[in-house]
């Protein structure tokens, strides 16, 4: 007799029983209509919005096995490392990032107020060519303020285990390419091997448009793979999806532009004691632009021929980053599609 195969995701909330969860754990009145419905997208986790008269949350549970092609598993309890994230990201920038209301260890879940009425991801009006720079700057103001804030901090040390960061970031990202792309694994072994000896402050992990809700004021969401480690990465990771869109978008090249240089030069001012060299950023930008399209992770809106530009732009960038944002972008133009 076959056994059953092993459920990787127990226990997950649907949208029938998100109401009654939110009504247990005090968050939600027992009288008065609940509605719920699934916010697309996730990869990761599986994510609600829910609303009771004008009480509107969202709920965020963790995946075991994510959502893509490939088998890809990573621990659930880095909702709890996401919950505290949150409240010490507030704590150092208030009014940056959505209010924590409840955080569940043993589901894996975490409860936060909803984004007001009409706010949109930054990756949105990107897409559509809508490339403000100033969102840009206060996204590297906003990014300074929580590198340099819990800089070799004890509340930094909390956020000392990065397995998540490992199973989210650096095996799908850097190791799938160097053993698909062997040319460049010497290469990608050094970054990795600089990345993880460097204990410096809290980061993100997942600093990309995506993440970044806009309206009349700004929120950074989902820190699921925040840890204590190097800084370049956040730079790197917000800088290697401003030069994608840069090749899927020409008619905004050099809004895009503005918002990469903007977004380096506002952290660059804003962070003296901890501005790490330009190039090591930029090689780190490299290996993340080909792990978009020969990682476990390829970005979904790059055509065939965007593709390979994001190939060839960043092999060079990783096995020869030049010293600024401004060369690294002139490169993407001339060898885009």
């Known amino acids: 007799m076959a056994l059953e195969p092993k459920d990787p995701n127990p226990g997950l909330l649907s949208v029938a029983t998100v109401g009654g969860y939110l009504v247990a754990r005090g968050t ?28 509107r949350v969202v709920v965020k549970q963790a995946l075991a096995r994510l959502r893509v092609s490939e ?17 010490l990201a507030g704590q150092l920038a208030p009014g940056s990032v959505p209010e924590l209301l409840d955080l569940d ?24 060519g809508n490339a403000d720079p100033r969102i840009a700057e206060r996204l590297g103001e906003l990014l300074a303020t929580w590198h340099t804030g819990t800089l070799q901090s004890s509340a930094a040390s909390a956020f000392g285990k990065p397995q998540a960061f490992e199973q989210l970031r650096v095996d799908p990202y850097y190791r799938t390419v160097a053993k698909r792309r062997p040319e460049l694994r010497d290469a990608i072994d050094r970054y990795v091997q600089e990345m993880e000896a460097t204990r410096e402050c809290l980061v993100h992990g997942d600093y990309s448009p995506k993440n970044v809700l806009v309206g009349d004021g700004l929120w950074v969401i989902d820190f699921e793979v925040a840890h204590r480690g190097d800084p370049s990465f956040d730079l790197a990771f917000m800088l290697s ?25 506002a952290y660059e001012r804003a962070c003296a004691p901890l501005i790490p060299k330009t190039s090591y950023v930029l090689g780190h930008v490299g290996c993340l632009m080909v792990a978009r399209v020969d990682g476990k992770s390829p970005v979904e809106y790059l055509t065939g021929a965007e593709r390979e530009a994001a190939r060839r732009i960043g092999s060079v960038l990783l096995l020869d980053p030049p010293g600024s944002v401004a060369e690294a972008l002139s490169l993407s133009e001339s060898l885009g599609p």
């Open 28 to 55: 939600f009145d027992t009288v008065g209509a609940i509605e719920v419905h699934e916010l697309g997208g996730g990869v990761s986790n599986v994510v609600f919005a829910a609303r009771q008269d004008r009480n």
């Open 71 to 87: 088998e890809w598993f990573a621990q659930r309890e880095r909702a709890v490392t996401e919950g505290d994230a949150i409240l």
């Open 241 to 265: 999806h401003l030069m994608l869109k840069r090749l899927h978008l020409p008619q905004a090249s050099s809004e895009l532009g503005l918002c990469a240089e903007a977004f380096w030069s």
């Open 105 to 128: 260890a043993g589901a894996c879940a975490l409860t936060i107020s909803a984004a007001p009425p009409g706010w949109v991801s930054w990756k949105e009006k990107l897409l559509y």
